[in-house]
């Protein structure tokens, strides 16, 4: 039987891919976007090819709107909250709508939930920046990466919360809301701690979606910069890795309501973020790249790879696609789309 599915910032990246895997499969979805970023609307008409007008509806609006979102929210059985202000840099130079957007948007979420008196399935897209800099965490230096010394496995959930930059701070605010309406108001709720997420239909920029970037970017012509030394260290996960987690989610919500996972690539999926992932882009490309260099940015995390292994003993899951596959298929995508761009 199919469900009643209200997915924010459903025309963004993850939430597009999502929608797709959805409707694909004879889901009812709401997509709720206030269209602010570049490739949404792009996103929108590429569902709109796949599936018809009609296949699904679209609510205009914020999360920061509450009476809106409380509307369009009354009639869903799950609700996948992606949306929000995404990038650091963003945050920086203005915290009060990085506030207003992540921690704000995210109570309204869950208010309309609430308020629906049908105790829907929510999801949150949380993120790693919520464990700070880990500065209590030895690392060591190797020739073209930064390693954690002793978390073999990964920055563990039990890993304590440092809620570094106004974005970890107001994303960390919407985590620990989730997290506590289950127990206050017995919503089941998950919070997925995501790391570096990529795949298609992400329009990645300098300030976020670093893999995107640096393929867009390079197949593109345009100019790239590297901050800090090049040698940090983050696992990504594929798109379609994530949003198979987000379907045994609610399939096992039994078992996952309250609960907090970790999604990323874990330490099989990791890479330096120019010392190593430079080599391979310009072996892609066929040619050397020019590249600028930057000082390191605020709440940049010399290393972050996620410890999976909650999510694959409780939910069954872990990531299929490795690196260099995932890779070389957004670099298909991505010269095959150029026109996107």
Known sequence: MSKQYLVTGGAGFIGSNYVHRLLARGEKVTIYDNFSRGGAPRNLEWLKAEFGEKAFEVVVGDVRDAVRITEAAQQSDVIVHLAGQVAVTTSVTNPRDDFESNALGTFNVLEAARASGRKPIVMYASTNKVYGGMEDVELFE???????????????????????????????????????????????????????????????????????????????????????????????????????????????????????????????????????????????????????????????????????????????????????????????WVNKNKSLF
Request: charged fraction near 25%.
């Open 142 to 332: 190797e020739p073209t990466r930064w390693r954690y010394k002793d978390l073999v496995g990964g920055c563990p959930e039990t890993q304590p919360l440092d809620f570094h930059s106004p974005y970890g701070c107001s994303k960390g605010t919407g985590d620990q809301y989730v997290r506590d309406y289950a127990r206050m108001y017995d919503l089941p709720t998950v919070v997925f701690r995501q790391s570096c997420i990529y795949g298609p239909r992400q329009f990645g920029i300098e300030d976020q979606g670093w893999v995107a970037w640096f393929i867009i970017a390079a197949v593109m012509g345009k100019p790239m910069t590297i901050y800090g030394d090049g040698k940090q260290v983050r696992d990504i996960l594929h798109v379609n890795d994530l949003i198979q987690a987000y379907d045994l989610a609610v399939e096992k919500i039994d078992v996952a309501k309250g609960q907090v996972y970790n999604l990323g690539g874990g330490p099989s999926n990791v890479m330096s973020i120019w010392a190593e992932f430079g080599p391979k882009l310009e072996k892609m490309i066929g040619s050397s790249l020019n590249v600028s260099r930057g000082d390191w940015r605020p709440g940049d995390q010399r290393v972050f790879y996620a410890d999976v292994s909650k999510a694959k003993q409780e939910l069954g899951w872990e990531p299929k696609i490795n690196v260099d596959e995932g890779v070389n298929m957004l670099f298909d």
